[in-house]
């Protein structure tokens, strides 16, 4: 019986971590998030985010992601950390992300808070 209400506790407390979790990230958003739009491209095991908009899904399936980069002004590597999100993006998705900040790399960085599929 005490095994039962051990493992009790420890569900609950690992549903009220992953709340906790989750209402941080809905704070982080709320408290100055900044917004980008653009066009998915997966290449090399990364997602990237090409924020130009005259870029065209036929345009990116058809070269390498380093062409992509090099073409584009506006392309950063995306870094999501709810993988779920992984199976759902393809290629040529137009999405929203939200972001606190870019890490100055080539492409840049941008850790993702919140994504979604336009």
């Known amino acids: 019986m005490n095994r039962v209400y051990i493992l009790l506790t420890a569900l609950l ?7 906790a979790g989750e209402l941080s990230q ?13 066009m998915l491209v997966m290449g ?5 985010l090409v924020g130009d908009d005259d870029v065209s899904k036929e345009e990116v399936e058809s070269v390498s992601i380093n062409e ?4 584009y002004g506006s392309v950063a ?17 137009r999405v929203k992300i939200w972001y606190t900040e870019v890490q ?10 919140k994504l979604e599929v336009l």
């Open 13 to 19: 407390f690992f549903v009220l971590l992953f709340y």
């Open 26 to 38: 809905k704070a982080k958003i709320k408290q100055g998030a900044m917004t980008m739009q653009g």
């Open 44 to 48: 090399n095991g990364q997602i990237y």
């Open 68 to 71: 992509v980069i090099g073409r």
């Open 77 to 93: 590597k995306l870094d999501i950390q709810n993988h779920s999100f992984f199976k759902r993006l393809q290629t040529g998705d």
């Open 104 to 113: 100055e790399s080539f492409p840049s960085k941008i850790q993702v808070l």
